[in-house]
């Protein structure tokens, strides 16, 4: 009798497990590479990811993350700061531990497609209290209302302005090591870039967070209704406030008609500042420049992702195998962004290994 019960027990939570996406992480990496000790010592990755039960849909699970749980969190930044680029335009820097000593690690976070300070408290938040260091969001143009005195945007961000915001870092806290983490379509901003200053880069380390890999693709697989609805909001963010930026462009209107992120994505490129689409892309889209990445790169996708499809990382499993600096991690329930666990208090699960992943990168730099 103990027996069977046993075995109807074991049944029963196998079954749960299935239900709920319960299941070790799945890793590509090249084994002979030099992210395998950090691999090997991140203890997350070699047990079960169990997400929060009653977020075991997809879309219940990125309705949680996009609108419940940012609303439940209030983050006290230290300050904004405002750069004016070499062009004239204008993005800022939001600071979470910036009295802590000069020489304290700080961590740049580049935000998703709307991102603003308040809806990336959260990973701010997260990473500040696993870590310890310092943390810098980059804000793009455009974005938390920042004024728009240059007719240029991009929905990836422009790795000039980037490097911009490196100097004026580097510059504040000349002693502090960086490093830096991508989220959604901040990940666009984070590759591109490491790929293309390669060993060039002050970034120790980089984590990105549910990337689409290629930009002229990865588009069209959202989930229609999130591309209506995001597609909106990136309208109602970037161009009807900024009415005057704009008034000159001429491929407005056609922008204005996309009902698709795929739609906006191939018509705004002389939003950008790009005098077509193929010369946009080619410096933008950063599957081009991947395999030139030198800097040590975790990646974490879930396969129930509705923005931002599993399927787009499937053409490059073979490139990430035979790179020794990047290891992708996929699981099988976390939606976009969200990759909660916990019953009552929920708490962000690739918070905790992006945070792990630094602190073991940190501890390579300190022996050498």
């Known amino acids: 009798m103990k027996s069977l019960l046993n075995k109807v027990s074991q ?23 030099e992210l395998s000790p950090t691999i090997e010592n991140l203890s997350q990755l070699h047990q079960k990811y169990r997400p929060t039960p009653w977020l075991s849909n997809r879309h219940m699970h990125l309705l949680y993350f996009d609108v419940i749980k940012k609303r439940s969190i209030s983050l006290d930044y230290d300050h904004l700061e405002h750069l004016t ?10 600071w979470l531990g910036a009295e802590l000593a000069p020489d304290t690690p700080t ?9 603003t300070p308040e809806s990336m408290s959260e990973l701010v938040q997260d990473l500040h209290r696993y870590t310890g260091w310092r943390i810098a969001l980059c804000l ?47 990940t666009g901003l984070l590759v591109r870039y490491l790929g293309e200053d390669g060993d060039k880069t002050p970034l120790k380390a980089a984590f990105a967070l549910c990337p689409g890999y290629n930009t002229e693709l990865g588009f069209s697989s959202v989930h229609p209704f999130y591309s209506k609805v995001m597609t909106k909001k990136i309208i109602n963010k970037f161009i009807q406030p900024y009415q005057t930026t704009w008034k000159n462009t001429k491929s407005l209107s056609k922008v204005l008609e996309s009902k698709s992120l795929f739609d906006f994505e191939q018509t705004y490129f002389e939003l950008a500042g790009y005098q077509d689409y193929e010369t946009y892309s080619n410096a933008t889209n950063p599957i081009y420049v991947l395999e030139n990445i030198t800097t040590p790169l975790l990646v974490l996708n879930s396969e129930d992702d509705p923005v931002c499809n599993i399927q787009n990382f499937e053409p490059y499993k073979d490139t990430v195998k035979n790179m020794s600096n990047i290891a992708v991690v996929t699981t099988k329930k976390g939606s976009h962004c969200g990759f909660y666990q916990g019953l009552l208090e929920t708490r962000s699960w690739a918070s905790k290994l992006a945070a792990d992943f630094f602190l073991l990168e940190a501890k390579k730099h300190t022996h050498l």
Request: aromatic share 8%.
């Open 11 to 33: 049944h029963v939570l196998t079954r749960f497990d299935q239900v709920t996406g319960i299941e070790k992480p799945k890793l590509y990496f090249n084994e002979k590479g």
């Open 85 to 94: 680029m070499q062009d004239g335009g204008i993005t800022a820097i939001a």
């Open 107 to 115: 961590i740049l976070i580049l935000h998703t497609i709307t991102g």
């Open 140 to 186: 793009r143009r455009g974005h938390a209302g920042l004024p728009m005195p240059v007719p240029k945007i991009n929905l990836f961000g422009s790795t000039d302005d980037l490097r911009e915001q490196i100097k004026f870092i580097q510059d504040k806290y000349p002693s502090s090591t960086l490093y830096g983490m991508g989220s959604s379509a901040g």
